[in-house]
């Protein structure tokens, strides 16, 4: 006991309470020296998940907050760890992941004479990519900063935030810390949403443009009731990293590109744009976008503050989307409009040898289980997917909304921990070989996750980006050489080539029932969709 009465117990063992307290039963990590004091006698009640690097440890927790909607807690190396982690901290951050991320820093006695693994500064490493960075000032206020991080984390728009620990802390006394009761969801403003009711009422060919927030916050229902009562298309924001809208609904109209001018093609013949979730908008190229110059009226619903604010046109609308939808829905008039005719779907593709992305993105589609979950990293074969292989279960379509490859494997991995559900993984051959190690982690797990490895033996992107940009024999875009059966099973993972429809076939039908992980190489044709072709 303390003079105040107050029972003190080690930080790691508070830090261990507080876990269990905030829910908290897994963590994802990958050690070093300066973690051995935190992994001491590790508790059997919480789950330690290893990553063979940190981007691959982040790239799992990412995944897991995403699918199960609560908080990640990383543990990563000190200095060089946390850099080896950038990549997905910053794909996390856009992907709005909840998560508190713990790194190991050198003892404090140690620091004032720069020792071997010590961060200077070691909180302005992963900033800006996170909301809030600490290292405590005392080794007795580490619990209650991890308390405050994940306050911080959870409070929309979600999002990363960091704790550095120097090693020696976790041996000291404080006091123990109880979680706060925690309620950080807003309601939009009661006259903004008139506002905005009063306009989408009187506009006469209204069109919404909806993105990944709708999924993260549990609103789409709320949106599918929204629209439907509305009598307006619905189109998907470019680059949206969750399905927005379910795809084989009648008022789906299709996938925005990240181009100005196709987006401005597509919108102006509308009286009035509700865009729901995501920012107005998302480019990719350069370009003038005419509605911004329009003068139709734009109306944005959002609970991140920063797309709100740099949106160039239009009327902002902040709040949670779980409450805000229902509440604008309830305003407008119940004699909706008559649904617009639904847009064409296209044919299913032939079987050819060799296969093209069409077809194996087609038959993938019809060979998932129902419930299955799809991560995807393959953004050459984004329009043939949108085309062919509709997401239409909210909670079932995970991608990564930095443009940044490596994510969707580990992804993937944290994916399946998280909603112990079936998953596919559809990658890229050149997004694969950002973090392969993850795979050894689903091996371990025995995680149900086939893994579709689309191999066309280059960076599609950036072939389908030369015929955009006019850029002609640039290096660095061809892969060849690369056999990635047997990667996998150098980590322990089944795996088989897929070159004909009757190999696509079997492989698909065995990775999708299998108990653990499986790998299928598909070789696809090089034929690459322009990712912005206005059709």
């Known amino acids: 006991m303390d003079g105040n009465t107050t029972t ?78 950038l990549g997905n901290l910053f794909t996390a951050q856009k992907n709005a992941a909840p998560m508190v991320i713990t790194a190991g820093q050198q003892a404090r006695s140690l620091l004032p004479n720069f020792p071997f693994l010590g961060a200077t500064e070691a909180p302005q490493f992963p900033k800006p990519y996170v909301k809030f960075s600490i290292e ?150 350069a370009g003038e976008c005419a509605l911004f110059r329009s003068g139709i009226p734009i109306i944005h619903m959002t609970t991140d503050l920063e797309t709100a604010a740099s949106a160039p046109a239009g009327m902002s609308v902040l709040g949670g989307l779980r409450l805000g939808l229902p509440a604008l829905a309830a305003l407008l008039p119940e004699e909706g409009r008559p649904w617009p005719t639904p847009r064409q779907r296209p044919a299913p593709p032939a079987a050819s040898s060799p296969l093209t992305a069409a077809y194996v993105l087609h038959r993938l589609g019809q060979a998932m289980p129902p419930g299955t979950i799809l991560v995807e990293e393959a953004p050459s074969h984004r329009p043939a997917m949108n085309q ?82 006019q850029v002609r024999d640039a290096p660095g875009i061809d892969l060849p050489g690369l056999d990635f059966v047997s990667t996998a099973r150098g980590m322990g993972c089944p795996g088989r080539t897929a070159n004909t429809p009757e190999e696509l076939e079997a492989a698909l039908a065995e990775a999708l029932s299998a108990d653990g992980p499986m790998l299928v190489e598909v070789a696809v044709d090089g034929a690459i969709a322009n990712l912005y072709d206005k059709h």
């Not at 919480?46 to 807690?73: H, K, N, P, W």
């Not at 990293?241 to 181009?259: K, Q, V």
């Open 8 to 85: 003190r117990t080690t930080v790691r063992e508070a830090t261990f309470a507080l876990l269990r307290q905030l829910g908290v039963d897994t963590v994802f990590g990958n050690p070093g020296s300066t973690e051995l004091p935190f992994l001491d006698r590790w508790p059997a009640d919480i789950r330690y998940v290893l990553g063979l690097q940190e981007a691959s440890v982040v790239g799992m927790a990412d995944g897991y907050a995403r699918a199960t909607g609560r908080c990640a807690f990383v543990n990563l190396h000190s200095a060089a760890g946390v850099g080896h982690a």
């Open 136 to 285: 405590p000032a005392r080794a007795e206020d580490v619990p209650a900063a991890i308390a405050q991080a994940h306050r911080i984390a959870t409070t929309r728009p979600y999002g990363p935030t960091f704790v550095s620990i120097p090693s020696d802390d976790w041996s000291a006394t404080c006091a123990p810390v109880q979680p706060r009761a925690w309620f950080p969801d807003t309601a939009p403003d009661p006259a903004a949403l008139a506002e905005a009711a009063r306009l989408i009422a009187a506009a006469r060919r209204p069109v919404l443009v909806v993105g990944p927030e709708v999924d993260a916050e549990g609103a789409g229902p709320a949106l599918v009731a929204l629209a439907e009562r509305m009598g307006a298309p619905v189109w998907t924001s470019p680059f949206s990293s969750r399905l927005s809208f379910p795809e084989d609904h009648a008022l789906h109209a299709g996938h925005l590109h990240a181009s100005p001018q196709q987006v401005s093609d597509t919108l102006i013949g509308h009286d009035l744009v509700l865009v729901i979730g995501a920012p107005v908008f998302t480019f990719h190229v």
């Open 388 to 469: 062919h292989l509709p997401i239409r279960e909210w909670g079932g379509f995970f991608t990564m909304a930095s443009g940044g490859l490596g994510y969707s494997l580990p992804g993937a991995v944290g994916v399946a921990i998280g909603s112990r559900r079936r998953v596919a993984c559809l990658i890229g051959d050149g997004s694969f070989m950002y973090s392969p190690q993850a795979l050894w982690t689903a091996v371990q797990e025995r995680l149900p996750m086939a893994v579709i490895v689309m191999n066309n033996a280059g960076y599609g992107a950036m072939r389908s980006f030369s015929r955009v940009l």
